[in-house]
C-alpha cells in the first residue's frame, strides 16, 4: 500500500482566481449561467491554469465542462444547482453507462483527456434530482414512476444487447429518449484528478464516477444522495486511486469498484488497481465496500482500513457482487480496523448470483481477500459467500474479528481456502 500512496499525488494549479461573476453568472438561483461558467473555465484554461471559483450564492447551470490544468472551487456559502431540462445536457457525449461504453447526454460536471483537474471548496453541488425529474427514469415504482411512463428499461437492453455484439461506439447513441440517465462528477480518460471538500446532493445516478483515469484523490466530500443507483464514489478502470475522509449517505453501493460490464468490458480490458480507501465514514445504502457488479476487466490490490459503517438501511459492509455474464477476476483485496455498528445483512458478502447469476457462459474468479480487526455489533449474519461449483471463491481469510449479535447462520458454498482465525460470532468462536 505504501507503492501506491507515494504514487498518489493531487494536481496543484497556479494561483489565479477567475470568479464566474466576472463573466456574467449571478447567484440568484434563477440565472442561468451555463455560458459564463464556461467563459471563465475557458479563460483559465488558456492563461495556462488557475482556479474558477463559484463564489456564495445560488447558482444554476447546465453541464460543466472542464478543461486541463482548472481547478473549479465552489465555495463556502456557494451553491451550483443544476438545470431539470435533459435537454441541456446533450450533444451527447463519451461516456460509461453501467459499464458499457456509449454515447450519452453529458454527466453534469464532465471532462474527457484533461489531465490536472479539481473540483474543490467547501460549497454544495445539487443535482436537482426527485421523484419528478431524472429519478423516475429508473422505472421504480417508489419513486414518481407508473405503467406506462417513460423509463430507461428499453435503452439498457439494447444498449447490452450492443456490448455483447461489439457494436462500434459510434452506433451506441442514446441520450433524448432513451431515458438513462447521466452520472453526476465524471472525468474520463485523464490523469491527476482532485475532488475535494465539496457536499453533493441530489445526483441523477452515481455521483463521482472516474472512468479510465490515473491518479485519482477523491477526500474530504460529503455526500448525501439517496436517488436510485446512487451509488457515491465509482472508479471505473481506474488506477492509482485515494478516496478518504469521506461521508456516503446514499440509495446505492456508498463506494462501488468497477472495470466494465460483460463482453464490453472485457474488450476494454482495463483493470480498476492499486485502490486505497482509508477513513471514511458509510451511512444508508446498500454495499459500504463493494466490488462490482461491473468488473469484467478485473479489479485487484484494493486497501480499505479505518472506516466507519453504521446504519440499519446499510445492507453490506464487503460486498463482492458477479455471475457467469461478467467474469473477470478480482484479486488481492485487504480489509483493515474496520468497525461496524448495525447493518442490516452481512458483514461479507460475496455474491456470485447478482442479476444474471449462473446465466452466462464466463467463470468468475475471486481470491486472496484478507479481512482483519472487523468489530461488528449487530447484523443479520456474518458471513455469505457463495460461489459457483464449477468457480469456487478461493482462499479468504478472516483475522481478529469479531460480530456481537448475528441473528441468523453463515452461509459458506463453494469456497476453498476459508481460513478463520480468532473469529467470534454470538460470543462463540468459529473455525473454518
Known amino acids: 500500500m505504501g507503492d501506491i500512496l507515494a504514487r498518489i499525488r493531487p494536481p496543484v494549479f497556479p494561483q489565479r482566481d477567475f470568479e464566474i461573476t466576472r463573466y456574467g453568472a449571478a447567484g440568484d438561483a434563477a440565472k442561468d449561467c451555463t455560458d459564463a ?101 429508473k422505472g421504480r415504482t417508489n419513486c414518481g414512476w407508473s405503467k406506462g411512463q417513460p423509463s430507461q428499461q428499453a435503452a439498457r437492453n439494447a444498449l447490452n444487447a450492443m456490448g455483447q455484439k461489439d457494436t462500434p461506439l459510434r452506433d451506441r447513441k442514446f441520450g433524448e ?33 472516474p472512468v479510465l483515469c ?109 455471475n457467469a455474464m461478467r467474469g473477470g477476476t478480482i484479486e488481492n483485496v485487504y480489509f483493515r480496523n474496520l468497525k461496524i455498528g448495525q447493518i442490516a445483512h452481512a458483514v461479507l458478502q460475496i455474491d456470485f448470483n447478482y442479476e444474471e447469476g449462473r446465466n452466462g457462459p464466463e467463470h468468475p474468479v475471486v481470491r486472496n481477500i484478507d479481512i482483519r480487526d472487523v468489530a461488528c455489533g449487530k447484523v443479520e449474519r456474518a458471513l455469505d459467500i457463495r460461489g459457483f461449483p464449477d468457480a469456487k471463491i478461493r482462499n479468504v481469510r478472516l483475522e481478529r474479528c469479531t460480530v456481537q449479535s448475528a441473528a441468523k447462520s453463515n452461509i459458506v458454498e463453494n469456497v476453498e481456502g476459508l481460513e478463520l482465525a480468532d473469529v467470534t460470532v454470538n460470543g462463540k468462536r468459529l473455525d473454518a
Open 37 to 137: 461558467i464556461a467563459r471563465a473555465v475557458a479563460a483559465c484554461s488558456q492563461a495556462g491554469g488557475g482556479r474558477v471559483v463559484v463564489p456564495a450564492g445560488i447558482f444554476m447551470t447546465g453541464p460543466v465542462r472542464l478543461q486541463s490544468k482548472v481547478e473549479f472551487h465552489v465555495a463556502a456559502g456557494a451553491t451550483l444547482r443544476f438545470v431539470r431540462d435533459p435537454k441541456r445536457y446533450l450533444p451527447l457525449v463519451y461516456t460509461r453507462w453501467e459499464g458499457l461504453e456509449c454515447l450519452n447526454y453529458s454527466p453534469f460536471i464532465y471532462s474527457d483527456g484533461q489531465d490536472n483537474i479539481a473540483v474543490t471548496g467547501e460549497g454544495t453541488l445539487d443535482g436537482n434530482c426527485d421523484c419528478e425529474h431524472w429519478w423516475p427514469w
Open 214 to 322: 490515473t491518479n485519482v484523490t477523491v477526500r474530504n466530500v460529503k455526500i448525501a444522495s439517496h436517488g436510485p443507483n446512487n451509488d457515491g464514489c465509482d472508479p471505473d478502470s481506474c488506477r492509482d486511486v485515494l478516496i478518504e475522509n469521506t461521508v456516503f449517505d446514499t440509495g446505492d453501493d456508498c463506494i462501488a469498484i468497477k472495470s466494465g460490464r460483460n463482453r464490453d468490458g472485457r474488450r476494454v480490458a482495463v483493470p480498476s488497481e492499486n485502490i486505497v480507501i482509508r477513513n471514511c465514514t458509510m451511512k444508508d445504502g446498500h454495499g459500504a465496500l463493494t466490488i462490482g457488479s461491473e468488473m469484467s476487466g478485473g479489479v485487484r490490490n484494493v486497501f480499505a482500513e479505518n472506516c466507519h459503517l453504521d446504519s440499519p438501511n446499510l445492507d453490506q459492509a464487503l460486498r463482492f457482487k458477479t
Open 177 to 209: 429518449g432513451s431515458y438513462l440517465r447521466p452520472n453526476f462528477i465524471e472525468p474520463v480518460r485523464g490523469r491527476n484528478i482532485l475532488i475535494d471538500g465539496v457536499t453533493i446532493i441530489n445526483s441523477p445516478m452515481f455521483e463521482i464516477h
